[in-house]
């Protein structure tokens, strides 16, 4: 168990000592993931942030280096078999799983002690907030002071500092002993002069103590310091405390209830951390728009209730419309926002197109004004065309006055905030949705125009909407980062549930589907949206057992499309990694040995890794909790597989089977499997009369009355797997003579 420190040095302690975390750029990347509180941050902004927009030839490669460097820091015990428990690769980006981190500490006990003294135990109040100043060993990651990327966590965290040392004068003043606190305000005011509250509690203290002229003296430098630096007079409160102490009021005699001094003193409040997505996902939720005034009428799916996970087939389909399945928290979410912006992303072909029309159509239902624009993926579209065609759609509707037209229809600095005051004014007098698709396709134009957008219409009725895949958004490193100041809701679409999808295969392919092939479906395309579609339309047209064993054509390119971005060396491990992941009975079935893959590769142990984690980056494998890698649907394995030219096939077998018969001697099945495939058929019937006779042995123990391992085939399927792959891949003569 690690525990981290940022409360002044990062460092880091576990049992056997301190861990060394190496260079400053490479302590800098933990620094960036304990800021994000276990949230991923994708590689390009890690990029972004440490070499601040100017990134050398590499800077990838150096962030898996340091990420390679910072897991062996983090657990030296861990192998090269064993997935990462702490820092984790999420596509896009990394996340580091801590659990003790000392400012977390301090914010818990900050709050505790809040609710203590608002509860009226000031006591109990002391001793939270004495505990929490106990762990400020200096500012918040102190060796990061001038990175932008750990400003705003400094002054968050300082802020909270800040607030800490006020509320526990607070409770001590509470408790009856207000010269206890005296010198300890004097040192917060010495650093924080601009502190209200602090100048508060300080003339008050001191005017407990009997010392009148000493606290009126602190009011009087009060309002020196914020005339001097702000230009303004003091605030309701110090004004009170003032005429209170020159009128000997007496109430200043006794401790005020700490209810009473939350009412007086907003910045007692403790602020909550920002980007939390659990919490911004229940505020969200439980404050939705209000209710239509009369049932929508316009759209044919046009309330929550008719989206639903599984149905027949006749009541699947409205009106040559395929409803949207295993959605309705996402629809719901997204019709709750009635201002401000969202993000929408997911992998190609998870439904971000098909969410954010059926929510369009909601609300157009429902009174709004809607307009969608999409970022083009052809070269030679004008600047800005997605809001081109945003504005096209809105003006048509509401024509802008004529003083604006000409704005509105600019470009730079001008035409954008021209957008936003159309935008503002159309709102006043009916609610809008706005989406921009394939913002990951995005001009520099239609990025800065969505950034202008978003904050000149904040507390209007504006909602923006933005879909993107987030494995090819490293062109949105700046704007993400600008966007997260406005607190978006973020929502990351992922496969359909078993359910949902087996609802969505039957409303396609328009006729009944058995129960064991939807479920094969289901695993077989990762719930992936469109790979059902396809994969519906093949079952319609060849029938089931096409569809369990051919990747359909469409889905064939759009998994082409995302192999064309990745670097060749990877793919290159992804050829070996489809071979080696192949469904084949024995220990290795649907799983890849990071061992094998090395060696099979022959470029090196780290070579393979670093390959493996960009794959990890870009959503193809992934990591199972038993070690190793897979494939993040059979769908990706079995293209990639097939993708393979036939000669580069067979010999990625052979050598496959080499490997094998050095590392893993004892597994039979698999040595057969890949020794046919690779053109020696001899030595795969040997092999696959092993598995035989190890498959009869297995299941003479099994019908003896012991039991095998729970999901785990029968026995004889081994040998009969084995025989059929010698079979497919032989002369028959030869399988007839050693079968």
Excluded at 352 to 371: M, N, Q
């Amino acid at each position: 168990m690690a525990v981290f420190s940022v409360l002044g040095a990062l460092q880091a302690i576990r049992e056997d000592g301190p861990i060394e975390f190496g260079g400053p750029r490479q302590r800098s990347v933990l620094g960036r993931l304990l800021v994000a509180r276990g949230q991923v941050v994708p590689v390009g902004r890690l990029i972004s942030d440490l070499w601040r927009d100017q990134p050398p030839p590499g800077a990838a490669g150096s962030i898996q280096t340091y990420v390679s460097h910072l897991r062996r820091a983090l657990e030296p015990q861990r192998t090269i078999r064993t997935p990462a428990r702490l820092l984790v690769t999420v596509p896009p980006g990394y996340a580091l799983r801590a659990e003790h981190v000392d400012a977390w500490r301090f914010e818990e006990l900050v709050r505790l002690g809040s609710r203590r003294l608002l509860d009226g135990d000031a006591a109990a109040a002391v001793v939270a907030l004495e505990e929490a100043l106990a762990l400020w060993k200096g500012p918040a990651y102190q060796e990061f002071a001038s990175a932008d990327w750990a400003l705003n966590e400094i002054a968050r965290l300082d802020e909270v500092r800040a607030t800490a040392v006020e509320q526990r004068a607070s409770a001590v003043m509470a408790l009856g002993t207000p010269g206890s606190v005296v010198a300890d305000l004097r040192a917060h005011l010495a650093e924080h002069p601009l502190r209200e509250e602090g100048w508060r509690l300080l003339a008050t203290a001191l005017y407990r103590q009997g010392r009148q002229g000493d606290a009126l003296a602190a009011l009087r430098e009060a309002r020196r310091m914020l005339v001097a630096e702000l230009g303004v007079d003091p605030g309701p409160a110090l004004r009170r405390l003032e005429a209170g102490i020159l009128a000997h009021s007496p109430e200043l005699d006794l401790p005020r209830t700490a209810r009473e001094a939350e009412r007086d003193n907003p910045a007692a409040r403790l602020p909550l951390p920002r980007g939390l997505p659990a919490v911004l996902l229940q505020v969200r939720t439980a404050a939705p728009t209000a209710a239509p005034t009369a049932a929508p009428t316009a759209a044919p799916a046009a309330g929550l209730a008719e989206i639903s996970t599984t149905v027949p087939v006749a009541a699947a389909r409205q009106e040559g419309r395929i409803r949207l399945f295993g959605r309705r928290s996402e629809v719901s979410l997204l019709l709750g926002l009635s201002e401000g912006v969202a993000l929408v992303t997911g992998e190609a072909g998870m439904g971000k197109t098909a969410l954010v029309e059926e929510v369009a159509a909601v609300r157009a239902g429902r009174g709004a004004r809607v307009a969608i624009g999409r970022c083009p993926a052809t070269r030679g579209a004008p600047p800005g065309w997605a809001w081109a065609e945003i504005l096209r759609t809105l003006t048509t509707a509401v024509p802008p006055r004529e003083h604006t037209a000409r704005s509105v229809r600019g470009e730079g600095f001008h035409g954008r905030r021209a957008v936003a005051a159309y935008l503002r004014d159309t709102a006043a007098e009916a609610p809008i949705l706005l989406v921009v698709e394939d913002l990951h396709r995005a001009d520099r134009e239609t990025l800065d125009t969505l950034l202008d957008v978003v904050a000149e219409t904040a507390g209007a009725a504006v909602a923006v909407v933005c879909t993107f895949r987030q494995e090819e958004a490293g062109r949105l490193t700046g704007t993400a980062a600008a966007l997260a100041r406005r607190e978006p809701l973020r929502i990351g679409l992922r496969g359909l549930r078993p359910g949902a999808a087996a609802g969505l295969v039957t409303a396609v392919a328009g006729l009944p589907v058995t129960r064991p092939a939807l479920t094969a479906l289901a695993a077989r395309t990762g719930g992936n949206p469109f790979f059902l579609r396809e994969t519906a339309r093949l079952i319609a047209a060849e029938g089931e057992a096409a569809a369990l064993t051919t990747v359909p054509a469409g889905v064939r390119d759009v998994v082409a499309a995302r192999l064309a971005v990745l670097p060749a060396r990877v793919r290159t491990v992804l050829d070996v990694a489809a071979v080696l992941d192949a469904e084949v009975p024995g220990k290795h079935a649907g799983g890849v040995d990071l061992d094998v893959l090395a060696a099979v590769h022959g470029g090196g142990e780290d070579a393979v890794v670093d390959a493996a984690e960009e794959a990890l980056l870009a959503g193809m494998l992934v990591e199972p909790g038993d070690g190793g890698l897979r494939f993040a649907s059979p769908v990706l394995r079995d293209t990639v597989y097939g993708a393979m030219p036939l000669l580069r096939r067979a010999r990625t077998h052979a050598r496959v089977a080499a490997v094998l018969e050095r590392l893993r001697p004892d597994e039979a099945a698999a040595l057969a499997h890949h020794h046919a495939l690779g053109g020696d058929p001899v030595r795969a019937a040997r092999y696959a009369l092993t598995a035989a006779e190890r498959a009869d042995l297995r299941y003479a123990r099994r019908e003896s009355g012991l039991t095998r391992a729970p999901g785990s085939r029968p026995a004889r399927d081994y040998a009969s797997v084995a025989r059929d792959r010698l079979r497919e891949t032989q002369n028959p003569p030869t399988g007839a003579s050693l079968l």
